[in-house]
């Protein structure tokens, strides 16, 4: 007689309401990825179709998306401050861009283009946030590249935060008080990203916040030049680039004099080209 019973193991709530969940829980991690992304360029298209009233709802329900489909695409290894800070870049990398989309012409091959790029850099920053997540428990080769990586990215959605903020046309101080928490944000990641410590230090806090209110105070100057919203957007990204070189450096005590006047030199050749094309006249 057998005297041991196993009990069944009882399917959680949600995998009794969702059909053929344990299909989409078997996926590996690059199949969800690919998921992941075709969902969220689909819905970006998706923002096109829709009526101008419900656009920027949309936004916000693939900003929500893309949290909890990053959530479910790296979910093992999720730990702590990790919940914040991996998702970052994704949700204002999905935000950034589906804003930016209404500023472009609405043709098709302009669409199908952004869809495209906004689909590589998806991929890209799961790439780099899964990169980040297993690089925080144990060492791993890619971590420079993917740290690299995730830099450019938020170079990128730093750009195309600018460009909408300075499209609406409002007063420096609102240009100031909506770029600044974005910058702070985004350069919290980034300064992360050095150490990947499972806790946020009180230095990092305290760099993202000065990185914050400088980048805000940027914008606030620049709102009174009669420039262009691209060359705005280049300074701004350009100024926050240097800011956080200079910072990653510091974090990994590789701040010598030639990489501070790289940084500094970059962001003056960027000051200069937009002082040039200025129409001051």
């Given amino acids: ?20 969940w344990d299909l989409l829980d078997s996926l590996s991690k690059r199949q969800r990825f690919a998921l992941q992304t075709l969902i969220l360029s689909g819905g970006l298209l998706l923002t096109q179709l829709v009526w101008e009233d419900y656009r920027f709802y949309m936004v916000g329900l693939l900003a929500v998306a893309s949290y909890i489909l990053t959530a479910w695409s790296l979910a093992e290894d999720i730990r702590g401050t990790e919940w914040l800070l991996l998702f970052i870049l994704p949700v204002v990398f999905t935000a950034s861009v589906s804003l930016f989309y209404y500023l472009l012409p609405a043709r098709w091959i302009i ?4 869809a495209t790029v906004f689909a ?15 690089a925080a428990e144990r060492s791993i080769q890619l971590l420079r590249a993917a740290q690299s990586i995730g830099l450019l990215i938020t170079l990128i959605v730093m750009f195309l935060l600018t460009s909408i903020v300075f499209s609406f046309r409002m007063s420096f101080w609102a240009n100031m008080l909506i770029l600044s928490p974005f910058a702070g ?5 980034s300064i992360w990203s050095v150490n990947l410590e499972s806790k946020l230090t009180n230095e990092a806090i305290s760099y993202s916040v000065i990185i914050g209110i400088l980048v805000g105070e940027l914008a606030m100057v620049i709102s009174f030049w009669p420039i262009q919203i691209s060359t705005v957007s280049l300074l701004v990204a350009s100024g926050f680039y240097a800011m956080v070189g200079i910072l990653q450096q510091k974090i990994q005590d590789r701040l010598f004099a030639n990489t501070v006047r790289e940084y500094i030199f970059a962001f003056i050749f960027t000051f200069l080209v937009a002082f040039v094309t200025t129409a001051w006249g």
Avoid: C, D
């Fill in 1 to 20: 007689m057998n005297y041991f019973h196993i009990k069944p193991k009882k399917k959680k709530r949600f995998e009794r309401v969702i059909p053929h």
């Fill in 120 to 134: 590589i850099g998806t991929y890209a920053y799961l790439l780099v946030e899964n990169i980040y997540n297993v």
């Fill in 185 to 189: 944000l985004l350069s919290l990641q």
């Fill in 111 to 114: 669409r199908l283009t952004i």
